[in-house]
Nanobody, 117 residues
Framework: QVQLVESGGGLVQPGESLRLSCAAS????????MGWYRQAPGKQRELVAT???????NYADFVKGRFTISRDNAKNTVYLQMNSLKPEDTAVYYC???????????WGQGTQVTVSS
């Protein structure tokens, strides 16, 4: 089992930054991949960024150059640094953890990010 707790969401103006944190209940080095997804009202949940145990990263095209995912194995925490935020980034952001063998998929409760002037 893995419990994930997100934090760091809030209300910001366009162009500002936020850093989201996802704290895991176990050593994240034992987790094959962790990532951030988001879901805006009336839309499906979509991938934002992922980071593998080996440190490989993957980003959705709409956040490339603006968002950075990172992991701190010592703190069992994954971060999402979000810069140059846009109103269309408004969504609930969810942390995800994937263990491949056997396949298990875990989600946090989500944290709201609102970008508005």
């Amino acid at each position: 089992q893995v419990q994930l707790v997100e934090s760091g969401g809030g209300l910001v103006q366009p162009g500002e930054s936020l850093r989201l944190s996802c704290a895991a209940s176990r050593n994240i080095y034992s987790i094959d991949a962790m990532g951030w997804y988001r879901q805006a009202p009336g839309k499906q949940r979509e991938l934002v960024a992922t980071v593998t145990r080996g440190g490989g990263t993957n980003y959705a095209d709409f956040v490339k150059g603006r968002f950075t995912i990172s992991r701190d194995n010592a703190k069992n925490t994954v971060y999402l640094q979000m810069n140059s935020l846009k109103p269309e980034d408004t969504a609930v952001y969810y942390c995800n953890a994937v263990i491949v063998t056997p396949t298990r998929n875990y989600w946090g409760q989500g944290t709201q990010v609102t970008v508005s002037s």
